[in-house]
């Protein structure tokens, strides 16, 4: 169960590794509590749905196994899309559509796909913890990096004093893309030295 | 242990030219440097001191950029300077507002260096040309900065009367048109060295004679900048600026001699070349006349820059040896 | 149970449970949702309108949502218009305050926006917002130097479309809410055009003396204005006998703003009515008085008393350009700009054509307030 814990965190870790779900990652992670909102909802959404579905793994027929996924998941994402809207009104006009988005997150149906529907219930719940974990840590350091050098807060408090002269560019798609870019370089270099070691 | 390459019978294929003058990668490069010289000259001379040390700013920041990657890298250090660094140093400065803070110039070479060419494996292997690279990210990231534009010779005004609206702006966006004279000797707002178009053709000149850049590539980018503007202009005079104002405004003849011209973007072809120069000669016309921006040249060099590979494929060079001509003529 | 039948039991099934625990959630959060959107609309009203015990709420059409707020008794103390219009990204929505008389804004507060982080998005900074307090639509916006009056507002260096959309979207608002509560727009040129100042000094008008001497080397067109010693009749005849041969009667009609409006009657019942009217051109100042005949206000001839030698490129003192005015009624427009247009603009100059457009037309509106008050 460790193992299927870990292995979302560094190895095959979501978006750094199998590149998927980037489309959130790049568009939300403009300030770090926006990235921590959004990788919270995954979180939730990811964990309690490989639960369920886990759960109920044996009685899905194969043949309709994609739409019941869609399903449960959906659910899922609407609870966290409603709950954000009633508690934390300002944090859901930021994130905007993407909570919905959710539900195409490739990174949730992955899973349910390639463990939560084949695994016991600890085991799921184990490797949902494990890649909401690894694109969490990828989406907030993502998020503070470019809240840093595109307005020179993190979280909202002010780091960098007023001689720090904003790049725009970092809060806008450019930027994202091309910190995402040196992240997964940073990424693929770690993989090829250990991998020669 | 691996013998010795000549002592192995091998048939070794290596694509054309196989014959290779002594016009290597060095002598072109610093060649090119010295063709840069006019529009420096004039570039300093209408816009001083700052504009010099923002040029040696972007060369160094290029220069060492390229080393210290090529160094953390592992490969040959070198290459840093056989000179293209530094006319991607000075080509960036050269677009560049003649006011920048020197860092920004800094970052913008760093970054047109390391992301516009390094990471796709240095020289010859970029797609994008890396001097406006850097300025494209420097646009995003500072985009105040980059708009903001002085008068020649500016300290002989007071300090909050210097700023002024490039040519191509005040066409634009308050309907004015700015003498020809002007426009050709330089004494306009704008980038160092897109003023004079006068100080561009000298050196572009310089480069045309060497047989260092293609002309028919730089003539089809003009050429189709001055007709699509002419016709436009033919259809609506009181909405378009005639063609002359096109070729003599803003950065087209900077690019059009030293930009697209870039050995390493263009096609290899000449035919490709020539639909290459109409390509971004189109786009020229359409950011500028009916885009947000008031100058086009930088974004249609570098969407032409995207469409390069294809229309190598399209225009594939000729094989020797297998065609019907006799003869080697292209 | 064949593998057919399982299939719908199966779906059917996590269909409904999902639908009913979806429904639970739904309904305990809808109230608190609905409160959220309300009270967000509120704080809005609050922050652009004083005062606001309770409103009132009425919608005008898809974009547009006009707030009557009242205070504890009941009186109207202002309107709230939350309007959406297109920025230079995406939509824009914004709550604008008005007065009771619903012509003079008292608030903006910027609701929504994708505009550009760092540029556009600056329209939610408080020093852009405050200067539409006791500002009055229609409004202008300007580069490069403070508002000189309460049509103008300053725009956002490097982000002039972002502020030029929320000054069309507030100036919507406040047409919008006229025709509701029935006040009309202050009678300003609506096709004034926002002037780019930016390439001549940032320095105030009457500073810039020195540096336009520098720019343009030339002296700039200047006549000698009136002397104040001399009778108000004979300034009037000084000034009207120019475009006017027989005048019985001509009196000056002194302006708030120094600009002068004169009236002469002639035989045959004519009357002409004279109006100075001054603006902004391309490079420095323009003055001019413009002489109409009334009841319809036709041009009968415009004498220029200040213009900057070089403006237009010198062509501004084209006779071609000004006889077009002449035998025109008040307001003309400019060629190209509707299936109405009058004047055609001096070649390579629409700037300046399009100020005098609006001057001229100013001309007239002056000379119909001035006209009210002789009567009064």
Redesign the interface.
């Known amino acids: 169960m460790k193992k299927a814990f870990v292995n979302g965190l560094v190895k095959e870790n979501p978006v750094l590794v199998a590149l998927l779900g980037l489309c959130s990652v790049l568009a939300v992670s403009?300030t770090a509590i926006n990235s921590l909102f959004m990788a919270g909802s995954v979180t939730f959404v990811l964990v309690f749905s490989s639960f369920i579905i886990s759960i109920?793994r044996k009685?899905?027929?194969d043949?309709?196994r994609i739409?019941?996924f869609i399903?449960?998941i959906?659910?899922f994402v609407?609870?966290a899309d409603?709950?954000l809207?009633?508690?934390f009104?300002e944090i859901s006009?930021n994130l905007g559509p993407f909570v919905p988005l959710i539900v195409v997150n490739c990174i949730i149906l992955a899973r349910q796909e390639a463990f939560a529907s084949k695994n016991p219930v600890h085991y799921a719940v184990a490797d949902a913890l494990g890649m909401s974990i690894g694109y969490a840590w990828v989406i907030i350091v993502l998020g503070i990096v470019r809240e840093l050098l595109?307005f020179g807060t993190v979280f909202g408090h002010r780091v960098l004093g007023s001689w720090f002269h904003?790049f725009?560019v970092m809060?806008?798609p450019p930027g994202a893309f091309i910190t995402l870019g040196v992240m997964v370089g940073i990424m693929r270099w770690l993989q090829a030295k250990t991998a020669k070691s | 242990m691996p013998k010795k390459q000549e002592e192995r019978k091998l048939l070794i294929i290596t694509p054309s030219p196989h014959i290779k003058s002594r016009a290597d990668t060095r002598k072109v490069m610093w060649t090119t440097a010295l063709s840069l010289l006019p529009p420096v000259v004039a570039g300093v001379y209408f816009f001083g001191f700052h504009a010099l040390l923002l040029i040696i700013v972007c060369v160094v920041s290029a220069v060492a950029s390229e080393w210290l990657f090529l160094k953390a890298r592992n490969k040959d250090t070198s290459a840093a300077f056989d000179g293209s660094a530094v006319i991607t140093g000075i080509l960036l400065a050269l677009v560049l507002p003649p006011k920048l803070p020197l860092w920004m110039g800094a970052v913008g070479a760093a970054f047109g260096i390391i992301f516009g060419k390094q990471v796709f494996g240095g020289l010859g292997y970029n797609i994008f040309n890396p001097a406006l690279i850097g300025r494209a990210f420097l646009m995003a990231a500072f985009?105040?900065a980059l708009?903001t534009w002085v008068k020649p010779f500016y300290w002989?005004?007071?300090p909050?009367?210097i700023?002024?609206?490039t040519p191509l702006a005040?066409a634009k966006?308050?309907?004015?048109?700015t003498p020809y004279l002007k426009l050709f000797w330089g004494n306009v707002g704008g980038s160092i060295g897109e003023t004079s178009a006068f100080a561009i053709l000298i050196g572009g000149g310089f480069l045309i004679a060497r047989k260092i850049i293609d002309w028919t590539l730089t003539a089809s980018y003009v050429g189709t900048v001055f007709v699509l503007g002419g016709i436009l202009w033919l259809i609506n005079?009181?909405k378009y600026p005639d063609p002359l104002f096109h070729v003599l405004a803003g950065g087209l003849l900077l690019g059009a001699f030293y930009m697209i011209t870039d050995l390493v973007t263009s096609p290899l072809t000449r035919k490709g070349r020539i639909a290459y120069g109409i390509l971004a000669g189109i786009l020229v016309i359409i950011i500028r006349l009916w885009g947000?921006y008031p100058e086009g040249v930088m974004f249609s060099i570098l969407i032409a820059n995207a469409f390069r590979p294809w229309i190598d494929r399209i225009f594939v060079p000729r094989r020797f040896g297998t065609g019907r001509r006799p003869g080697g003529k292209r | 149970m064949k593998?057919e039948v399982?299939?719908v039991v199966?779906?059917t099934a996590?269909?409904l449970i999902?639908g009913g625990?979806?429904g639970v959630?739904?309904t305990k959060?809808k109230p608190?949702?609905q409160r959220?959107?309300e009270l967000?609309k509120e704080n809005a009203l609050k922050k652009v309108v004083a005062n606001v015990h309770s409103y009132e709420t009425k919608d005008l059409d898809r974009y547009t949502t006009v707030f009557i707020a009242k205070d504890e008794a009941g009186h109207v103390v202002g309107y709230g218009v939350l309007i959406q219009g297109s920025g230079f990204q995406g939509a824009i929505k914004l709550m604008a305050g008005f007065d009771t008389t619903g012509t003079k804004l008292t608030g903006l507060e910027i609701i929504?926006n994708v505009e550009?982080?760092?540029?556009g998005n600056r329209i939610t900074e408080d020093w852009f917002k405050k200067q539409f307090q006791g500002r009055i639509p229609p409004i202008n916006v300007v580069k490069?130097r403070k508002p000189e009056n309460e049509h103008e507002i300053q725009a956002i260096?490097?982000a002039t479309?972002s502020s030029r959309s929320v000054v069309r979207i507030v100036n919507l608002a406040q047409t919008k809410l006229a025709s509701v509560i029935g006040a009309a727009p202050s009678p300003e040129p609506k096709e004034q055009e926002p002037v780019?100042t930016?390439?001549v000094?940032?320095?105030p008008a009457h500073e810039e003396a020195e540096?336009l001497a520098?720019r343009t080397g030339k002296n700039r067109v200047r006549r000698p204005e009136k002397v104040q010693a001399e009778q108000p009749d004979t300034i009037c005849l000084k000034y009207m006998s120019k475009f006017v041969q027989k005048i019985l009667k001509c009196k000056r009609i002194p302006m708030p703003d120094s600009l002068d409006v004169f009236v002469a009657y002639g035989p045959n019942g004519r009357e002409m009515v004279g109006s100075m009217v001054e603006g902004t051109g391309?490079m420095d100042r323009i003055k001019l008085l413009v002489v109409m005949e009334k009841p319809d206000f036709r041009v009968v001839g415009i004498d220029i008393l200040q213009m900057a030698e070089g403006e237009a490129?010198g062509k501004g003192q084209d006779s071609a350009f000004w006889s077009q005015f002449i035998g025109h009624p008040l307001p003309v427009q400019l060629k190209?700009e509707s299936e109405t247009g009058d004047i055609d603009?001096i070649?390579?100059?629409?700037?300046t054509s399009r100020t005098v457009i609006a001057l001229v037309n100013m001309a007239k509106v002056r000379a119909e307030k001035a006209l009210t008050t002789l009567k009064s």
């Open positions: 403009n109920i009685l899905i027929p043949q309709v739409p019941s399903v449960v959906a659910t609407t609870i409603l709950f809207k009633a508690y009104p006009k595109g904003p725009v809060l806008l | 985009p105040v708009t002989r005004f007071p909050d009367a700023t002024t609206a005040l966006f308050s309907h004015q048109m005079p009181q947000g | 593998v399982k299939m199966v779906l996590i269909a999902s625990v979806l959630v739904y959060t608190k949702i959220n959107l967000a929504e550009t982080p760092g540029l490069g260096t490097g479309i780019d930016s390439s000094s940032k320095t540096p520098q391309f490129f190209g603009a070649s390579g100059a629409t700037e």
